[in-house]
């Protein structure tokens, strides 16, 4: 039985670890590693880019991945009622009340994106590599309201075929399937891109680091894409870990989760960027055209290359199924709160979703389009939705769990709960982590996304 309700033997659950690595994987992968990652890579100084973000993920990701889901595991519920299982604070309130919003923020503008990504695919399929490389087909593209609405209809309709499937059945069936998938794809995609001729000095600028390339912006950026990517701090570890069996063993699987996570980055980032100085020589303006490195670009680049629509197709179906399984998990995080808080049904929340979607995701579609006149702090809404969640509200998000870790819980208490299964290995990292490293940092990450806005 699938249906989640308030009773914890009723409550889903994962069939086990892989299903559960799956099913985390496929939420953490998505179009930050692939859309996301390789952009800010190419921006923010190449290798010194990716060591420091491997070594923030090891350490500051590692901690607070085991946090969520071991709290989730703990109290079986979804972030408000896992924050409200230890009191009644303001700060408590406000804490869960934050890590379950986020993911019900952002999954309509995600949807919206993923939508451009269904529309770039079909067109690849039809042929058209020309047209999407033309200089403004993208600007075009994006201020059509109607044709964006409709693509964005479309990926949303499809993350909530699989919802309705339930947690077993949907979630971990459709992430069996495409996570193998979209691993074999990255792969064929990157071999790909790194024999083009010139490629290597691409293979290069991204694996080596250049200490000269470090700033305090490459911390910054790589901070903040830590926790796009490995789906931190959106409320999203709290429900799986909710559906989490004790005998699974977290430490594990969070490895695994970051091995897969980081990998698909890597693959993608040698996907793009050697492909980009194939194109380019390295040109560093090419490097740094930020978020439309993927719809513009990247399809110049095909072009170039000589079999661009193969390459387009595969490239685009597998950023299709990343963000697919991304979308999923943040459709069920929202309805499981939905289930929880509300004491609403499955089905009422799902119809729930279905209109904050429309409406919120309707006006993120229109803001390049029809509402383009409605600018908040000078973003067009999409820009300010995924401003507000990651820049500000996701810092606040995991703030509180350390709060919550530190204060509240108690650091002998986590150990216990993750030591059911086996010994805490990395517990005096973790420590370190939640009492001084992340609160820190975290700090650093929220003042300068304010001072940049301001
Ligand atoms: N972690 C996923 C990704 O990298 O695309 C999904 C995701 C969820 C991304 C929420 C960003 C986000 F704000």
């Known amino acids: 039985d699938t249906k989640i309700e308030k009773t914890d033997e009723k409550r889903a659950n994962f069939s086990g670890g892989l299903g559960y690595i799956l099913a985390v994987a496929g939420s953490a992968v998505g179009l930050g590693n692939i859309w996301r990652f390789p952009y800010l890579a190419a921006k923010y100084g190449g290798g010194m880019f990716l060591l420091t973000y491997l070594i923030l993920t090891l350490t500051f990701g590692y901690a607070m991945i085991m946090s969520e889901t071991t709290i ?37 503008y995600y949807s919206v994106i993923g939508g ?106 790589a901070l903040g894409q830590m926790f796009y990517s490995l789906s931190i701090a959106m409320g999203i570890l709290y429900t799986y870990g909710s559906y989490l069996t004790k005998d699974v063993d977290v430490e594990i699987s969070t490895s695994r989760v970051e091995m897969v996570d980081t990998g698909v980055a890597v693959l993608a980032g040698l996907m793009v960027i050697p492909a980009v100085f194939a194109f380019s020589g390295g040109d560093p303006d090419k490097l740094k055209a930020g978020p439309s490195l993927m719809f513009i670009t990247l399809p110049k680049v095909f072009e170039s290359m000589g079999a661009g629509r193969i390459a387009g197709i595969g490239f685009f179906l597998l950023v299709l199924l990343a963000a697919l399984t991304s979308a999923i998990s943040l459709v069920e995080t929202s309805i499981s709160t939905f289930c929880d808080e509300l004491n609403l049904s499955r089905n009422k929340s799902v119809i729930l979703m279905a209109f904050i979607m429309v409406f919120v995701g309707g006006s993120s579609a229109a803001g390049y389009g029809v509402l383009d006149f409605v600018k908040i702090f000078k973003m067009p809404v999409l820009d300010f939705l995924d401003f507000l969640t990651n820049s500000i509200m996701m810092p606040i998000a995991a703030l509180a769990t350390c709060y919550l870790v530190v204060r509240i819980i108690t650091l002998k208490k986590i150990d216990e709960e993750i030591s059911y299964s086996s010994a805490f290995k990395r517990k005096r990292m973790y420590n370190i982590v939640m009492r001084v490293f992340a609160p820190v940092f975290l700090i650093i990450i929220l003042v300068s996304a304010i001072l940049n806005t301001l």
């Not at 590599?129 to 990926?155: E, H, M, N, S």
């Open 72 to 108: 989730g595991r703990m109290t079986k519920r979804s972030a408000i009622g896992a924050f409200n299982h230890f009191g009644n604070s303001r700060i408590l309130k406000i804490g869960g009340f934050i890590n379950a919003i986020v993911p019900v923020l952002i999954v309509p």
């Open 116 to 221: 451009w990504v269904v529309k770039y695919l079909v067109e690849y399929i039809k042929g058209n590599v020309d047209g999407l490389a033309a200089d403004g087909y993208f600007g075009g593209f994006i201020g059509d309201t109607k044709v964006v609405f409709f693509w964005f209809v479309i990926f949303a309709l499809a993350t909530f075929v699989v919802i309705l499937g339930g947690v077993e059945q949907g979630i971990e069936r459709v992430s069996k399937i495409m996570m193998p998938l979209l691993i074999i794809l990255a792969i064929v995609v990157a071999l790909y891109s790194v024999t083009r001729p010139g490629a290597m000095a691409g293979v290069k600028y991204f694996f080596v680091p250049n200490f000269h390339n470090f700033s305090l912006m490459t911390v910054v950026a």
